[in-house]
């Protein structure tokens, strides 16, 4: 083991046995100390889920850039492990970047991930950003001694050694690695290509896949590639967005395509490019395959437009996503809370047939910080339709967080105006449905310092931290107009597994 690597795991050992000197969230995952963000690795090894993830240990503000560690049983409940990697190699001496994870034929587990080292000579103080291979059995790795496995001088012609990152590898059925990386490229913006290989070290070039031609953002991190249901799915993060419809907001957006990818000339073929998540905090999704089948995602709930305005007074900054099960339906990617998350719901609360009309209600048992809430709206008289609801969360006095919905427009927004940044821009996002029949599903899941709102079966998405006193508990609703509302909820207790 490194130096280098010893010391962090000391650094974060001690400081894991420390007492907590702070509330954290009970469901979603934060590092054991320091900054974390984009996930990494995210895979299915020797019975455990393993979870790997951008970490700098030292400080609560983004730096030299680790891989954190950790496994679990069901993917809610997760137990930190030593950190697998840390930067030290010429090759890697400035960060080891994002990457993935795949188990070997032989049963080891293959790390792949960007390595960054500062180009002293560039005026724009940039890096150079190489592919890189690690090789472990769940608890330690060891790097490559042919790394880098993929470098500038691998990147197809008119490629960005400064934009080269993010290798997401999976096993063809023949037994051939593939892995998709995120390639910046002078005349498309950015680009996701694929290279293969035989044994993991061994890479070659292939083919592009989707280019971007200036469309969304100047740059792609992050990419993802998967079969899923009737379609094929690309993720990819983008950087830079300028605002253009309600689909799409300014800033950096998660975006899904679907689609078909050509046997032929092995272009990607689009059928549509959605918006990931439209809240504030969803950022550099990554999925996996588990065992059962099922395809889940989960993202770092933060933007990295916006991280480092936020004030950290914690011993720790960033957290994951929960974990969603991906189906495609009608055209649309469909995300929702993984099934395993019922296993904590208890104390169940439950009103039916409730008439809302032109005044705000508070619904006795309905409150609460770490809750799983099921909501229906429905339209009383779907003739005159109301023109206006809001359910305020994270409520306490005049301080509250909020989602509202304009059925006449199909608008929805979510808002967290007494958060300490000072822009709402970063406060607020807006979207519109896709359609309106008069129903509204929603499913909402709150944590310490967090939200998650799925709405009709998972079709559109809002996720946003919350940085709000936890004892702002209140839940009520109002509306202009008469409408009915359906409400579940349950406690979620982090004990009962």
Known sequence: ??????????????????????????????????????????SWYQDRYHLFYQYHPYGTKWGSVHWGHAVS??????????????????????????????????GSHLLMYTG???????????????????????SNYRKC???????????????????????????????????VIASGEEMSGARIIVFRSNDGVHWKYSHVLLENRYRFGRMWECPDYFPLDDAEVILVNAMDMEEASPEFHSGNN??????????????????????????????????????????ILIGWMQNPGTASEHETVHSY???????????????????????ELESYRTCAVEHRNVTLCSEKKKLDGVSGRI??????????????????????????????AALTFSPVSRSLRVSRPFSPETSMKLNERETVLPKWDGMLQIRMILDEGS???????????????????????????????????DVKTYKLDSTLR
Not at 74 to 102: N, T
Not at 375 to 381: H, K, S, T, V
């Open 1 to 42: 083991m490194s130096e280098v690597l010893r010391k962090a795991r000391e650094y974060e050992e001690k400081h894991r046995k420390e007492p907590p000197a702070e509330i954290r969230p009970k469901f979603h995952f934060t590092a054991p100390v320091g900054w974390l963000n984009d996930p990494n690795g995210f």
């Open 73 to 106: 049983s069901d993917l809610i409940q997760w137990e930190h492990v030593p950190a697998a990697m840390a930067p030290e190699d010429d090759y890697d001496r400035d960060g080891c970047f994002s990457g993935s994870a795949i188990t070997m034929k032989d």
């Open 116 to 138: 960054f080292v500062y180009d002293e000579s560039d005026p724009k103080h940039r890096g150079i950003q190489t592919q890189n291979i690690a090789i472990g059995d769940g």
């Open 145 to 179: 001694t042919s790394n880098p496995v993929l470098s500038v001088d691998d990147i197809p012609g008119g490629g960005d050694p400064y934009d080269f990152r993010d290798p997401k590898v999976w096993m063809d059925h023949d037994g051939i690695l593939n892995a």
């Open 254 to 295: 998660g975006l899904y395509f679907l689609g078909r990818t050509d046997p032929d000339s092995k272009r990607f073929l689009e059928s549509s490019v959605h918006t990931l998540d439209h809240g504030m905090d969803f950022y550099a999704g990554q999925t996996m395959l588990a065992p059962d089948g099922r395809r």
């Open 317 to 339: 900054f960033g957290q994951m996503s929960i974990p969603r099960e991906l189906h495609i339906e009608k055209g649309r990617l469909l995300q929702m809370p993984i099934r």
């Open 371 to 400: 809750l799983d809430m099921e909501l229906i709206i429905r339209c009383r008289d779907f003739k005159r339709p109301f023109n206006h609801f809001e359910m305020r969360f994270a409520q306490h006095g005049d301080r509250f």
């Open 451 to 485: 939200a998650e709102l799925f709405l009709n079966g998972g079709e559109t998405v809002f996720s946003m931290t919350l940085e709000t006193d936890p004892k702002a508990d209140n839940i009520t609703f109002v509306s202009d107009g008469d409408l009915i509302l």
